[in-house]
């Protein structure tokens, strides 16, 4: 046992590690002067703790039997003192609460009950909890600009707030990193940022024996993270909130999600699974928002239970993300060729190895247009970015295809197709060993593909397909492909081993073409430090229809280099 006198002293800190329970060894300390008092005590195995201090105190506990730490009496005040409480067994800090005017709080259980707190006032202290292997339950948190962190770490290490919390301007993160959930009463406010993430559950409350209660968040910058995890069977991975004052979201909900906003988004960006069951609703003043989980493409291609499709947008002051984590992101035309998604600046990316598709046909264009687009697939070899039919994509500043696996621009539509794709500086990027660039003709009259920049534009291959770089015209009559750019920039094709193919279709007019109409040097090669590295090979082949040809044409001068064979061969049209 322990046994202190302070002989009329007071404390300006006190540092406690327990390794056995009170029962067995008693811990007293007495004589404290100051009007301070303490008491750590307890009848069986748990250490029942009660502090309070008129001058600064700052309190270190461990207790390491494996059995719980729990507040009693008023519970905990420092009077700007710091408050450090970790057990081996759960921590129940909701008698009296923990007040320090300006210290720091921290708990740490590695128990299987985890923490449970009341009422936590720091005056600007940061407030932290960690429940190693349980769950946390939280009352009302109040940091006056300290920093809040609530993190758990088993299967069902779930986050359950009993109260509001207030950050001032620290940040909030709720973190549930081995699964759990993320729900509660009050609001969750900063007027920094908030970040609430579950490895593996459902951040709200979804609708079941009650309605559905929504994660209320103020902040102007807000994250939140629902990922799914394998083997979840039910709603894991959805997430469901309010929000208050945000414009700035970065959204994930691998299953779905229900979002809210009483300000409309200036930052977006939003992130679901493909394969993904739940509903897609998001919801912003002055903005509106489209999302599907389609049964087929605009082809009829079966796409049921693969798909995530952003349908409509009109945020047109926002910087948009929308992405697929695994199988397909979809983009759809529209009757009457509307700007499908008109916002100031898109990304669309699908991270999880699969497609980004663009699609349009003669009855629904598709048009995308903003000041800035970029349209990325990533994840695996088989990532590939897909435009297909009647599409036209535009920016008035610069825009970026980038894939791991192949980027293929096809006019076909069955009829009615063409492709345009122009800004004053764009590239075109794959990154796989064997990747392919193509660009297509389509089978029905005047189905062309058209790529044309004012400023810049660039062909980046590592590939050594012998599609590294290809344009082709089509069947039918005036299905050609051109490759052009004008003005003071420089138009490039950086390919490292692959070949370059320039090739005239079977139709009337279906030709191909490479052109350099500004005045700089047009390079086709790859710039290293010692030169320009040659292409694989070089083939400007001639198509079987009449006017097919195929060219690579400069105003300025030319610097090409091929490695192997340069083949040029007339058509038979």
Known sequence: QTRLNANGNSLASLVVTKRSTPDVDPFVISGLGGSQSVSIDGEVSDLTVALSSPSLLNFNLAYTTGDAVVLTGGGIATSG????????????????????????VTLVASGTSGITAGSITSGGGAVTMTANNGAISSGAITTSGGNIAL??????????????????????TLRANGGGNISGSGTV???????????????????????A?????????????????????????????TLIGTSNLTLTGDRGFDVTSDTAFTTLSVTTKGTGAGSLNLAATGQTYGFDRPTTDLFGTLVSGTAFEVVSVNAPTATTTFAASDGLLLVRGASGGPNKLNVQNLTLTNTGGGDVSLQGTSANPLVLSSANQTFSASGGTGADVLIRGNVAISATTSQAFTAAGNITVNADAGGGGAIAISAPTQTFTTTGGSSKIELLGGAATGEKVTVAATNQQRVNSTSSSIAAFRLKGGSAADTSVTYTHSGAGLQDFQISSGTVTVEGGSGQNAFAKIEETGTNQQKICRDTFSGCNPVGSLQILGGSGTGAFAQITASGSQLVGVNSATIVKGGTG
């Open 151 to 172: 993190t758990t770490f088993p299967t069902a290490g779930h986050i359950t707030l009993g109260g509001p919390l207030a950050a001032g301007s620290g940040t909030i």
């Open 213 to 241: 209660v929504p994660l209320a968040v103020s902040a102007p910058t807000v994250t939140l993270t629902a990922n799914r995890g394998t083997g979840a069977t039910g709603s894991e991975g959805t997430v469901l909130a």
């Open 189 to 211: 406010t900063s007027t920094s940022s908030v970040s609430a993430t579950t490895m593996n559950g459902v951040i709200g409350v979804p609708a079941g024996a009650g309605p």
């Open 81 to 104: 003192g710091s408050v450090t409480m970790s057990s081996s067994g759960g921590i129940d800090a909701t008698t009296g609460g923990i007040a320090t005017g300006g210290g720091a």
